[in-house]
């Protein structure tokens, strides 16, 4: 534990609980290390999230000897991912010929995978988790070290000194701003709107990707509700405003047929939430006393479902490396940037390949009529080996992790 008068001092300072934050919080306070997660937010409970847990993330969780306790919650799992293309259905993803215990995708809300993880980590007496606090600046020197975070919190502003402060505050990261860390963005031509429509018992179990007409969605089974996600060419929104509910229902329901009749519980734009897309990384994850990762260090898209994955194994890379300096009560500049020399590559291709998707969706977006596929797309999906690699791509991400000691 850092040395200080203030009894909020910690050895490392996490802002953030989302799935990176609460992950490192978690594999640190294993290791005996006093750890703080101010989380802004007073509960897990929001959308826009995402509700994948990948293959390599079920086999983290068995590694860690959670997985049977984690099987047990409600969810659906995915062994294949289809997409619905035109009139053709294309299996994308095959998850169950991966070398991992749990060979499929488990859906579910992400505020129950927070909440599980969260309790699995306040068994370790070193984890603290401070719901509602939300960092407002960063305890710097002049030299620009931080030596921790300042937090808005319910009875006022507070100081937490810290040993190492790590950002996992995702894509509006105050970490990263407050540390003046510079940006790289890739632009994205599409956005998202999120949406809730009614799910009946006769609806299929695992439906997700429709493409046709010039749109594109994506329906994510939440047990009596799908988690609608209708994609839209960037800046567009307004447009599809002004040209009424009536037009958007009728959109929905030529491309998710089986919706018919239900599209009408959309009845206002309220209902509707506008998620703006973002792919970008930082030039440096770090400065001294100072880590980022997570969305904080390179904001992913949807595309892919990967995002979470990824945080994920940034939590796991960042444990593995810095465990035992911060037992030791402190890392160097050389050991916070030893994460981004490991992760950065995995990062950086995985976000190639999402920019690579957003182009080929752009052309889809800016169709009309009913979709073709082209047939090179055609000859890919149906060669051997392609949903296997795809799987290998989604389900265990370009550099899984390993918990070190499980
Ligand atoms: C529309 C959309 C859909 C997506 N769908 C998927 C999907 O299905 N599967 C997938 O894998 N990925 C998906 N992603 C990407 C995924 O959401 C992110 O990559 C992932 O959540 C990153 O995790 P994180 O822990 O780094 O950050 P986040 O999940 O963003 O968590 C950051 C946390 O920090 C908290 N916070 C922020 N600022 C402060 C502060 N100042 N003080 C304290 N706390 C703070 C936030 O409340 C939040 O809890 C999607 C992204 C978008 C935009």
Redesign the pocket.
Known sequence: MATSANPLATTCCI???????IMLGFLLARHGIAVTV????KD?F?D?????I?PSTLELLYELRLLDKFLKLPQSQVAKLSGYIGDRTVTMADFSHLPTHAKFIALMP?WDFLYFLAAEAARYPSFTLRMG????GLIQDRDGTTRGVV?NTADGPVEIPAALTVG???????SRVAAHLPLIDYGVPID?L?LRIARLPSDPENALGYVNYGRLIVL?NRSDYFQM?YIVAKGTFPQLQQEGLPSFHQSIERIVPFVAGRTAEIDSWDKVKL????VNRLQEWCSPGLLC????AH????VG???????LQ?AVATANLLSESLLSGSATVHDLRSVQNYREAAVRNTQRVQVFAHRMLSHVLHSTGPFVAPLPFRIVTSLPGFRYLTARFIGMGLQPQHIKNH
């Open positions: 802002i953030g609980g989302g799935p990176a934050g101010l989380e802004k937010h897990f929001r826009f999230r995402g509700d994948t990948h992400q606090w939300e960092a407002t937090a996992c505050d995702g894509r509006h990261a105050i998202v999120w994510i996600g998620l703006t897309v973002q990762i997570g969305d904080a904001a992913m898209s949807p479902g990967i995002g979470i994955n990824i945080a940034d």
